[in-house]
């Protein structure tokens, strides 16, 4: 028990000496919560057997990507709008514009396959194999998923060369 002990003490001694950390960062963290719960809630809507219940399928990876698409939507408002998080991080660093940039397209193109599935998951075909169309959207929305967590993770470490603070994984 000692040795938590010390290693408490030793961390609170590291972290009274560590740098502030820009107050937005707090924001930035609550948004990488809230994405990845989506996220999380998506993944589970596609694991969810299909066959026999492709309508009831259907309906909840249709609720899970509509929540993904309310936090993608807040994420983008909040990083790319004139003066927030991204204008502020290249204005502090100029040498992350770059980066910064491919995040911007990132937020477009992610939005673009979340629309259009949207749609799809809307409108079952019916003149094609129900398994196979199932298997379409798992596959794209699979793809979407790593898209999402590349992104964040493209994020923090443009974060990390911003201000050396890990956001973490949440």
């Not at 719960?37 to 990507?65: F, K, T, Y």
């Not at 596959?139 to 994020?155: D, F, I, P």
Request: aromatic residues 4%; hydrophobic residues 45%; contains cysteine.
């Amino acid at each position: 028990m000692a040795r938590f002990r010390r290693f408490d003490t030793a961390r609170m001694a590291t972290s009274a000496l560590a740098p502030e950390r820009p107050p937005e960062l707090d924001d930035v963290r609550l948004r990488r919560a809230g994405l990845k719960a989506a996220m999380s809630g998506l993944e589970i809507s596609l694991a969810a057997p299909a066959p026999n219940r492709l309508d009831e399928w259907a309906l909840g990876v249709a609720d899970s990507l509509h929540v993904v698409h309310e936090v993608w939507t807040r994420h983008i408002v909040e990083t790319e709008a004139p003066g927030a998080f991204l204008d502020e991080l290249i204005a502090e660093s100029p040498r992350l514009a770059t980066p910064a940039a491919r995040l911007r397209r990132e937020h477009n193109e992610i939005l673009g396959v979340i629309a259009r599935v949207e749609k799809a998951l809307t409108e079952i075909p019916v003149d094609t194999d129900p398994d196979v169309w199932c298997e379409q959207i798992r596959s794209e929305l699979t793809a979407t998923l790593c898209a999402l967590a590349r992104h964040r993770q493209r994020g923090a470490d443009l974060i990390y060369e911003a201000y050396d603070v890990d956001v973490g994984g949440g």
